[in-house]
């Protein structure tokens, strides 16, 4: 089974833009894949990098729906160092797909993080990204103690 498959097989769709696997769980499968900058019919694709893993994708989720983003745009607010991590990858990420102007996860607006699935996945996929690497931080785990993609 290709990495394509697996991926189409963790998000139930098949993947739009997919360039490759730019993190992999624990247990070798995909958990993070790179984006291109356009997807197969020329449309603007945001997002660089795509966090797949369906367990990381849930602690995320209950993050969020707990008001992680609201809790961690402010924090990037009023932390000075939270706000140079979060300036300095936006930074990053254009110079990285200049395709695109646009930040993490496509982000246009300053001070709003979007989407903390983005900021997980682009702290997984790069290094030095203080903020990615406290909202990974604040999940209970970032990795199941067992493989929750089957390949069969």
Same mark, same amino acid.
């Given at each position: 089974? %290709? &990495?394509?498959?697996?991926?189409?097989?963790?998000? +139930?769709?098949?993947?739009?833009?997919?360039?490759?696997?730019?993190?992999?769980?624990?247990?070798?499968?995909?958990?993070? /894949? #790179?984006? #291109?900058?356009?997807?197969?019919?020329?449309?603007?694709?945001? /997002?660089?990098? @795509?966090? %797949?893993?369906?367990?990381?994708?849930?602690?995320?989720?209950? *993050?969020?729906?707990?008001?992680?983003?609201?809790?961690? =745009?402010?924090?990037?607010?009023? &932390?000075?160092?939270? $706000?140079?991590? *979060?300036?300095?990858?936006?930074?990053?990420?254009?110079?990285?797909?200049?395709?695109? &102007?646009?930040?993490?996860?496509? =982000? /246009?607006? #300053? +001070?709003? *993080?979007?989407?903390?699935?983005?900021? $997980?996945?682009?702290?997984?996929? /790069? %290094?030095? @990204?203080?903020? +990615?690497?406290?909202?990974?931080?604040? *999940?209970?785990?970032?990795?199941? &103690? =067992?493989?929750? %993609?089957?390949?069969?």
């Amino acid at each position: 089974m %290709t &990495d394509e498959e697996i991926v189409e097989r963790q998000l +139930g769709r098949r993947p739009r833009a997919f360039r490759r696997v730019a993190v992999r769980c624990p247990f070798g499968r995909p958990a993070v /894949t #790179e984006q #291109e900058p356009f997807d197969q019919d020329g449309r603007p694709f945001p /997002t660089q990098f @795509y966090v %797949t893993c369906p367990f990381l994708v849930a602690a995320i989720s209950r *993050l969020e729906a707990a008001g992680g983003v609201e809790r961690w =745009s402010a924090a990037a607010r009023d &932390d000075e160092e939270l $706000a140079a991590s *979060l300036a300095g990858a936006q930074a990053r990420q254009r110079a990285l797909r200049p395709e695109i &102007d646009a930040g993490i996860g496509g =982000s /246009t607006r #300053e +001070g709003s *993080l979007k989407c903390l699935h983005a900021h $997980a996945a682009f702290a997984l996929a /790069t %290094t030095g @990204y203080e903020l +990615g690497d406290r909202i990974l931080a604040e *999940l209970p785990a970032v990795w199941p &103690d =067992s493989c929750c %993609t089957p390949t069969d």
